[in-house]
């Protein structure tokens, strides 16, 4: 039967264990402790009226309680003694609450898990490599960076002394691969995690990474080690910085191996091209999806080109063919083709074309042409091959040689490599075609790749609107009013409801080489983003620069715009008006115009460039 104890016992005791400090206590004296231990918990306990009341009542009954048990957690000999070690954390433990409601209680509750931390931590002290390293003349930081350093760099040299090549029974042959039992390797990644906080700690990841299992078929790493690997590249594109920095080889590896990280790697460009920088120009977004050489590692690896189509291809199917999904689909086939071209690449990458099926290898083949430099027949010739091309499957939908699902799939193709479908466009406005537009075929696909019953009406729609705008485009004067007819006649037709995404980069074009188009650009824009109104001075100025990237897209430097010197003067008075707002914004609106505002004015000096080239030339 416990004996109650009160403030005096508990004086006593913590007089006597203050006397002895971290001295070695006699048997005897440790076992008269475990009994007063033992009946202090019951007081404790029995004195537990009210759960609220608790910790003040035994805080008043106990004073120097607190004191009591840090004295006994600072005494080595304590906290080796298993049996009164157990007792003093059963009283520790009395003073955390489990969801605190008041300072008192956090306040508690903290101090118990300090003591807690204290007991079972080897942290005695607070620098406890400082003899060790000023033995060694360094400082304690310096040596435990090092020590982890070369930790890393040993086990490192440990996995690549493994045989670098495994028979694989399924191929019959010997592979490029060090293998381990899938346990020793799992249970290897999982200790290794401490370590990847340390700089150098890419060394231990690349050859981890390059270990597979000999005995097993799922993946041998633990996913704690994976997913702080993974983590540690969230921040790549937004921030461009990562806390660390893998080499192209390591992360290609983790790429094959590990679907989860080549997803959270496409999640994270897509995030930030939509919402962190949504502004960003064709030359920037291009950039910036190459500064993480997923492009070349799709090159290289036809498996990882074909997990990030299939992740492409689902945020289309989720989001419905999101126009900033197709944007950013576009600007990574422009990375794609890029780095293809690049000739680096092309010693170690096959051609693109051939990660497509047979099938469609001369339709991509065509697609990847570049137009810039072409001159205005040859476009035209280009397109009317493309147009043979589809016009052929088209026969052979209608004589059911083709199901939707093969549709389907030529019509992503058709979006990947979108710079031929507005060529297209661009050719209904300064080609002289006759009877039929070149590319309206590849227009059509683009818009209607699943009822090609509706080309015939988009074909019309197309022809009249084309021949109209190519006509006002031509004139040094024309009336808004007639611009407004046409385009409100061709979007009247509700079985070609998709014909706005045709107007819209049109009208673009039709600011670009009309001599009057800058003049009446509000309406214009208006018009393209079907409002009932005109266009504010931010969508003007957004307006303009997506269009000059688009004509640079298609046409590079090598072009004649003459009216580019009043398009620059278009520009810049639509930056200076946009400053101004910013300026006489209030506090709350001001945040948001500034960095919609920041992002577009990045744009704007590209595009002034390309002006300024564009009227030089003749």
Known sequence: MSLEINNEDLETWRAKVAEYGNRV????????????????????????????????????????????????????????????????????LLWSVKNPTNAFEEKSTSWART???????????????STLAHTVGCNPDQYNSESCNKISKEISVKLQDLPPYTWDNIAGMMLP??????????????????????PGSHHIIESLLACHAS??????????????????????????????????????????????????????????????????????????????FLPLACLENPTIYAAVDNIFQAFVENTQGSPDVLRIMDYFSQALLQCSNDHTAQKKSSSICHMYPLQYRSLVNLLLISSQGLPTQSCCLHLRHIDNILDEITNNFSQHQMNQQEMYDLWLILIKWPTWYYKA???????????????????CWFNYPLHSEKHDCLKKIMTSLGGSL??????????????????????????????????????QMFVMYSKEGCKVL????????????????????????????????LNGYNKSIPSSHIIVK???????????????????????????????LQSCGFAERCLQKWSVNK
């Open 25 to 92: 206590w006699e048997s005897h004296n440790l076992a008269e402790l475990k009994i007063f231990l033992s009946n202090l918990q019951q007081t404790i306990l029995n004195s537990k009226i009210n759960d609220d009341l608790k910790l003040a009542v035994n805080l008043k009954r106990f004073p120097n309680l607190g004191q009591f048990l840090a004295d006994l957690c600072n005494s080595n000999d304590i906290v080796l003694n298993s049996e009164i070690y157990d007792l003093v954390m059963r009283c520790v």
């Open 470 to 507: 190519r006509q006002l485009v031509k004139q040094s004067n024309f009336l808004m009013t007639d611009l407004k007819d046409a385009v409100l006649l061709a979007n009247q037709n509700a079985d070609c409801s998709h014909v706005m995404n045709v107007i819209q980069p049109m009208c």
């Open 570 to 600: 278009q520009l810049q008075d639509l930056k200076k008006t946009c400053l101004d707002n910013i300026l006489s914004a209030g506090d709350r609106d001001r945040t948001l115009l500034r960095w919609q505002t920041d992002q577009i």
């Open 215 to 292: 005995d097993s078929t799922m993946e041998p790493l633990h996913p704690g080690f994976l997913n702080v690997v993974i983590e540690s590249q969230c921040n790549a594109y937004s921030d461009g910085q990562c806390s660390i920095e893998l080499s192209y080889h390591c992360q290609t590896a983790l790429w094959n191996r590990y679907l989860p990280a080549l997803e959270r790697e496409v999640i994270s460009l897509v995030k930030t091209l939509i919402k962190r920088q949504p502004w960003l120009s064709r030359e920037h977004a291009v950039t910036l999806i190459n500064s993480r």
């Open 177 to 198: 691969c060090r293998s381990m039992s899938c346990e020793a390797l799992r249970a290897l990644s999982l200790r290794c995690v401490p370590l990847l906080k340390v």
């Open 115 to 129: 003591q807690i931390r204290k007991t079972v931590s080897y942290y005695k002290q607070e620098d406890p490599c």
């Open 425 to 443: 466009i661009e050719m209904i406005l300064i080609a002289d075609w006759n009877q039929k537009i070149p590319g309206l075929e590849l227009i």
């Open 522 to 553: 509000q309406h214009i824009v208006g018009l393209a983003l079907q409002k009932k109104g005109d266009a504010n001075v931010t969508q003007q100025l957004q307006f303009l620069v997506d269009a000059v990237e688009l004509m640079y897209h």
